[in-house]
């Protein structure tokens, strides 16, 4: 099996070992950021969980779902101020 028949990190075919997993780079470009910003942070604790295999981040696309779905933010009803001038 030649070098260029190794799945990648983005191929999603059944039975892949990076299978629901998104490179730094994917992940960047779906956030809209520079890969250099993940980097910071990730150094800050700033990012979500991750992998790194040698020198490659890679993402595990729930734990990145998960991460989003604790940053999201709510604002409350101001309440009424009934009576009050």
């Given at each position: 099996?030649?070098?260029?028949?190794?799945?990648?990190?983005?191929?999603?075919r059944?039975?892949?070992?990076?299978?629901?997993?998104?490179?730094?780079?994917?992940?960047?470009?779906?956030?809209?950021?520079?890969?250099?910003?993940?980097?910071?942070?990730?150094?800050?604790?700033?990012?979500?969980?991750?992998?790194?295999?040698?020198?490659?981040?890679?993402?595990?696309?729930?734990?990145?779902?998960?991460?989003?779905?604790?940053?999201?933010?709510?604002?409350?009803?101001?309440?009424?101020?009934?009576?009050q001038?």
């Amino acid at each position: 099996m030649a070098d260029d028949d190794l799945p990648g990190p983005n191929d999603c075919r059944s039975g892949s070992l990076f299978a629901g997993y998104i490179s730094e780079d994917e992940y960047a470009r779906q956030r809209g950021v520079s890969v250099r910003t993940c980097q910071r942070d990730r150094a800050l604790r700033k990012s979500p969980p991750y992998c790194v295999l040698g020198k490659q981040v890679f993402y595990r696309i729930e734990s990145v779902r998960a991460w989003l779905l604790q940053k999201e933010r709510s604002f409350k009803q101001p309440q009424s101020r009934r009576g009050q001038p």
